[in-house]
C-alpha cells in the first residue's frame, strides 16, 4: 500500500539555524499539506500546497516558513531561523481524488 | 469561532466492551467530520469521514453517527481489543468552500483492558 515516507525521523538543530524537512507523498496525489503537533498539544494546520502554489496556510505558517516541491516526487518545509518553540512533530500529508488526507510519520524538531 | 471539543482526555473500558467517543463542534456548516487513529510518535491514521447530511458510517467494527442538531458525531469501537488502545481525533474540514485545511479536536485516549 503507497504511504507517505518523511526524512529526518528525528532533527536536532541549534536556535537560530535553518532546517530542512523532507517528504514524498503518495505518488499520484495533487494536494500536499504539512501540519506539527507539540508535544501534548493538538495537531495544527500549516500549510496546503496544490499546482505548484500555497492554497491555504494558517498563521503559525509566518515568514520564516516556506515550502517547496523541488521535482516531482519530494516536498519540503523550511524553517528559516528555529525558534526553540519550533520544537514539535511536523507531519507531511497528501490527498487525491477522494480528498482523504494520508499522514507520514513525522519529523521530530528539537531547537535547542 | 471554529471549536472542536473531544469531551474526555480518557476512557478505559474493558476488552469486549464497545468504546463511545464524542466530538462536538461549533461554526462549522456544512461540516466533513472524520476520525483519525494516533499511536504514541506516529502520524494520524484516516479511519472515517462522515458529512454532515449523513446519519451514519460503518466499517467493521467501526461506526459513526452525526447529530445535526447537537453538532456531535459519535464514535463506536464495538468488540474492542486491546489493539484498539490508541488516541483517537476527530477533524473537520470545509472542503465544499475549498479549504481541506484539517482543524483536530485534542483526541480521547482509549484504553481497552484485556
Known amino acids: 500500500e503507497p504511504e507517505v515516507t518523511q526524512t529526518p525521523s528525528h532533527q536536532v538543530t541549534q536556535m537560530g539555524q535553518e532546517v530542512i524537512l523532507r517528504c514524498v507523498p503518495i505518488?499520484?496525489?495533487?494536494?500536499f499539506y504539512w501540519y506539527r503537533q507539540i508535544l501534548g498539544q493538538k495537531v495544527e494546520f500549516l500549510v496546503s500546497?496544490?499546482?505548484?502554489?500555497?492554497?491555504?496556510k494558517s498563521e503559525i505558517f509566518d515568514d520564516q516558513f516556506s515550502v517547496e516541491r523541488p521535482d516531482g516526487s519530494n516536498f519540503t518545509l523550511k524553517i528559516r531561523s528555529t525558534k526553540l518553540e519550533d520544537s514539535a512533530m511536523y507531519f507531511c500529508?497528501?490527498?487525491?481524488?477522494?480528498?482523504?488526507?494520508?499522514f507520514g510519520p513525522g519529523t521530530r524538531l528539537t531547537v535547542l | 469561532s471554529q471549536k472542536i471539543e473531544q469531551n474526555s482526555e480518557a476512557l478505559n473500558i474493558q476488552e469486549g466492551k464497545t468504546a463511545t467517543l464524542t466530538c462536538n463542534y461549533t461554526?462549522?456548516?456544512?461540516?466533513?467530520l472524520q476520525w483519525y487513529r494516533q499511536d504514541p510518535g506516529r502520524g494520524p491514521v484516516f479511519l472515517l469521514l462522515?458529512?454532515?447530511?449523513?446519519k451514519e458510517k460503518r466499517k467493521e467494527r467501526l461506526k459513526v453517527t452525526f447529530d445535526t442538531t447537537l453538532k456531535q458525531s459519535l464514535f463506536h469501537i464495538t468488540a474492542s481489543q486491546p489493539a484498539d488502545s490508541a488516541t483517537y481525533l476527530c477533524?473537520?474540514?470545509?472542503?465544499?468552500?475549498?479549504?481541506?485545511?484539517?482543524?483536530f479536536g485534542s483526541g480521547t485516549r482509549l484504553q481497552v483492558q484485556p
Open positions: 477533524a473537520l474540514d470545509k472542503r465544499d468552500t475549498g479549504r481541506r485545511a484539517l482543524t
Open positions: 505518488s499520484n496525489h495533487l494536494y
Open positions: 500529508a497528501s490527498s487525491g481524488s477522494t480528498d482523504t488526507q494520508y
Open positions: 461554526n462549522y456548516s456544512p461540516a466533513y
Open positions: 462522515i458529512r454532515e447530511n449523513e
Open positions: 500546497f496544490y499546482n505548484n502554489e500555497i492554497s491555504e
